[in-house]
């Protein structure tokens, strides 16, 4: 079934070494900090290489430079703009989200218990999914209007086809022969489904509720640039149409930074959760 | 250890057929296939490969369900899955999100068993196996032979009356097998009463741990014959393949066995 491909595999885990090992901790460490220490020189040597470039290479006009958004950031933290604006965004991200994800997971339950159902509705599903985000949100405005209701149905929407679609694939794989061994012990088909089946689909679904948290604020945002009062993709927006280059880039940058922080916290919740996964075989090259 | 053939089989498998179909394709894998397990004993089956071993093991436990013929436990008809019997297989099958003690707990955990009982089965019958200091491994970070005894070890831990293995040794190494071998028998002398079934294409492994040894034909499998095995125990697995009656007893064995397995090709 095509649902299948969709669904994002799940995480392979990474392993916490041994703490018994104390020289193998100390050595995954110290290469993650040099890791650590390569990636913000190079986002050190990209600024410097903009701030330079802004005026000599390119016109300041266009691309700002990093002391001018610096500036404008401050300056928004002091007026108030950037809390409210990250907080509307959030909201509607959050609000999506938690609203999307438990749908979905119990949809993804449901569907699985019922083969023949899932089969009928599935290529009105890959349908739906398929549409590109930017080309819902003006429906939605007109449904659910201006104001922060529209792009919490958008981050609903995100989250729940990405969860969802995990969460039917997860369950649907379940190893047949770990739900024999535990019936051969004498579990219920209860005791099967809490005990085996959710178990052993959760890096599945797990990593469909770690995805959906990224997209749902993509599609907050997407929603806020097409149409909004409030919020980063309306900040960006409308500093782009008014010619406002440095505000428009700072919108953008409190972006990737609110992406950057995520991602760090739901990879740290995903591998704890998960810890039990084999570590990848990738991870040993990583020295 | 003592087989009590009085009682009464406490397992039988009466005149079973078990059909395959899939895409058109009929498969008989057994065919009149009739067997009695005795009680307290232990009990090899060997055969060529594909000629139905599996399928009987799955239809004592009830995984399969009998084409033709029945199936009875204690003298009474059993349909559906045993649950008074454990089933050891050649995928060790532990569940990956739980560690060693939630694995070995987990037959008495659905059975309802106190949580401080458990936990003391689990960690006796984790040292009895040599694995104490492992309960909270995972099952990525064990050994095919580490994860085996877990294994077996989950399956005794709510004390089935009758274990059936299938082929539990298969993908280890030699050395890896002999060592388990060793160490199922030391674990089944302590439980007095309990029947084992187990499956097998090694011959010397299934003569070195049974009572019996049934050969089966190739498929549609039957019963090619029954070798009780009179080597006395307790048996020391690593020095029996000097023991004259044991060679004696598998060169007999394997000239039927090795017709079987010709007749296949």
Redesign the interface.
Known sequence: MATREMARQPDVGRAEADGGVGTERGAALRSALRLGVWQVTFGLAVLALWEWASGRLLDTFFVSKPSLVAGFLWQSVLNGTLARDVGVTMRETAAGYLLGAPLAILCGFLLAQAPRAAAVLNPYILAVYGVPRIALAPLFLVWFGIGENSKVFLALMMTFFLTFVNTFTGINTV?M??K?????????GT?VFW??VL??A?PWIIAGLRVSIPQALVAAVVGELVMSTAGLGYRIGLSTQTFNITGAMSGVLVLMLIVILLNLALDRVEAYLL?????SELAADRS | MTVDVAAGPILRLDRVDRVFESRGLRVVALQDFSLEVRRGEFLSIVGPSGCGKSTVLNLLVGLLAPTAGAIYFKDRQHRGINTEIGYVTQDDNLFPWRNVLGNVEFGMEVRGAEPDQRRQQAERLIGEVGLAGFERHYRYELSGGMRQRVNIIRTLSYEPEVMLMDEPFGPLDAQTRLQLQSQLLRLWEERAGMTIVFITHDLPEAIGLADRVVVMTHRPGRIKAIYPVPIPRPRDIFSLQRDPAFRDLHDGIWAVLEDEMRADT
């Open positions: 190893d022969g770990l024999n061994v535990a019936r051969v012990m004498g579990a219920s005791q005990k085996v178990p052993a959760s810890r039990w996964r084999p570590p």
